[in-house]
């Protein structure tokens, strides 16, 4: 269940000055809401936000400005699932510190020659900003006109919940959290707010070097996007580890999740949870760490077993529980494949067809059955599954150049090279235009394996330009890759001169790939 965004707001403010922030969480797909502070005194109310956050289902993520952070400092730890604080220009005090002691410890702050004191019947006092300087004091930042709107609305503290000292356990001490400075702030010093910051160990402290004390009425997306990282950090690995695959940064893909993985958030969201674990599998498999793969899944496996069926997010959601099962079946029956379980592997496909709901589901379980089939040297199983998958409607230049090198593949493997050269002949200009590295090198080293046996030279070059370029693009060969390489490499190499096809091999490095490609291309076929 994805966090709510409970938000307090602090002296001399109200609920609506949460607004415009508010505004792009929901944008964004957060739910948040903005509680009220009575700004009566501090044990008072950091117990009324806590008896509101008992309302709330789910984990929660507390969100303080100004005084603000002194309330969400003293909140009770058994009031909700709170998995994150976000002190925004905010007390972060330890125990026995008052806002007003907090204060006076840097320089800067004029808010005390501010103060408009009313004093009360009851023996309180309350504190207003003077309306004359309140622009210049809480908000210098924001349009005139706005300002004075907002000094006409402020709702008093009083001075006792200013002076009050915070609770024995600070909450910060367990719960993680993050801080957004503001630079301009003449009612809590820079200064001042930055070693909140560090004493309270913030995962990110951000400074807005213009913002006022009002940073979320004057910068509402900067001040959204910090919460939204204490909100969402399994959404934030996502994104992350998308670059990462994308890019094959797989270690640091790894590393992101780690990070995810280990926050408060994680332990309640366990559909995120199995997603990240999904995503750590993912990247295994492409590092060639099977065994790594398989305990991921198994992980993944496991934290979907706590998300009910009927609970799947909405389709524009990052992650459904669908889509997850589907990946790591998919990672599951291919580790499997390539270690030879083929019991293992043969169950895990026949699974995932039968979880595949649409055609995105449908092409995974289908490539997942071919490439079964293809490591059980089936194939006429796996043929058939290629037919399946060229039925499908939304077949793409980039499933057509796949499929011929993996019918081509399969031709070489039941030694027809001639029926491999000509498949992959007349798709040569559709490998080409596709323009993705990793469909190139495969269907380049497949077209060299074919042609070998006529232009041994030719070959060798395609195999030291293909070798150079997976290196170059950091595309990881598995065991099994480097030994079938390897394999038509020697074949090859037997028939020319040794010496010959060695330096043919070095001089691939020099040579264009998709040069290579049409020169196979334009080779005569022989019959077979």
Same mark, same amino acid.
């Given at each position: 269940?994805t966090p709510?965004?409970?938000?307090v ?25 903005a509680?009220?502070?009575p ?46 604080l ?41 504190l ?21 709107r ?16 915070t609770?024995?356990n600070?909450l ?11 630079r ?6 820079a200064?001042?707010?930055?070693f ?14 213009s ?5 979320a009425?004057s ?12 909100v ?19 270690s ?13 958030a ?9 997603a ?18 398989l ?10 077993a706590?998300v009910p069926?009927?609970s ?33 592997a043969?169950?895990?496909a ?14 995974l ?23 399946e ?6 077949a ?17 493997q039941e ?8 498949r992959?002949?007349?798709?040569? !200009?559709?490998i080409? =235009? ?9 269907? @380049? $080293? +497949?077209? #060299?394996? &074919? ?14 330009c293909?070798?150079?370029?997976s ?7 598995? !065991?099994?890759?480097? =030994? ?7 074949r090859?190499? @037997? $028939? +020319?001169? #040794?010496? &010959?096809f ?16 049409r020169q196979?291309?334009?080779l ?5």
């Open positions: 269940m709510t965004i409970v938000l707001h602090g002296a001399f403010a109200e609920s609506a000055s949460w607004d415009r922030v508010i505004r792009h969480l929901e944008d964004a797909g957060h739910n948040a809401i509680a009220a502070n700004l009566r005194g501090l044990a008072a109310d950091a117990q009324s936000v806590s008896d509101f956050i008992r309302t709330v289902d789910g984990p929660v993520v507390l969100v303080g400005h100004s005084y603000g952070g002194m309330v969400i400092t003293n909140v009770e730890a058994d009031a909700g699932q709170i998995t994150g976000v002190y925004v220009a905010a007390f972060a005090p330890e125990p026995g510190e008052s806002a007003f002691t907090l204060a006076q410890r840097y320089s800067g702050s004029t808010l005390g020659d501010a103060l408009h004191p009313v004093p009360r019947t009851n023996g309180t006092t309350d207003y900003i003077a309306r004359e300087i309140f622009h210049e004091q809480f908000c210098a930042d924001v349009p005139e006109h706005e300002a004075a907002m000094a006409a609305t402020q709702r008093p503290v009083t001075l006792e919940a200013l002076q009050a000292p609770g024995e600070p910060w001490k367990q719960v993680p959290s993050w801080y957004l400075v503001a301009q702030d003449r009612n809590i010093p200064e001042l707010q930055h909140m910051a560090h004493r309270a160990g913030a995962r990110r402290t951000v400074e807005l070097p913002a006022s004390h009002a940073v009425v910068h509402p997306e900067a001040t959204a996007r910090l919460i939204a990282e204490a969402a950090p399994l959404h934030v690995a996502r994104l992350l580890v998308t670059l990462a695959h994308k890019y094959r940064r797989y640091d893909g790894l590393a992101w999740c780690d990070t995810s993985l280990v926050s408060p994680a332990a309640h969201d366990h559909l995120g949870r199995a990240v674990h999904a995503m750590r599998a993912r990247l295994h498999r492409a590092l060639g760490n099977l065994s790594a793969t305990t991921e899944v198994a992980l993944a496996r496991e934290a979907l706590s069926a009927e799947d997010p909405p389709a524009a959601a990052w992650s459904t529980r669908r889509r997850t099962e589907e990946f790591v079946g998919y990672d599951a029956g291919y580790a499997h494949s390539i270690l030879g379980d083929n019991d293992e043969r169950a895990e026949d699974r995932l067809r039968e979880l595949s709901h649409d055609d995105d589901g449908l092409e379980a289908l490539d997942l059955a071919f490439l079964v089939a293809y490591y059980e040297e089936d194939f006429d199983r796996a043929r058939a599954v290629v037919a998958l060229e039925a499908l409607s939304r793409s230049q980039s499933h057509a150049s796949t499929r011929a090198n993996d019918l081509a593949d399969m031709d070489l030694g027809k090279p001639r029926a491999a050269q000509a992959l002949s007349r798709a040569a !200009e559709e080409i =235009a596709v323009g993705d590295p990793d469909t190139l090198i495969i269907a @380049a $080293l +497949t077209f #060299g394996a &074919a042609i070998g046996d006529l232009d041994p030279l030719l070959c060798a070059k395609v195999y030291g293909a070798h150079h370029a290196v170059v693009e950091g595309i990881p060969n598995d !065991e099994y890759g480097e =030994a079938e390489d390897r394999k038509v490499m020697d090859v190499r @037997a $028939l +020319t001169d #040794g010496e &010959a060695d330096r043919a091999y070095e001089s691939g490095p020099g040579e264009d790939l998709v040069e290579l490609v196979m291309a334009a005569p076929v022989p019959a077979e």
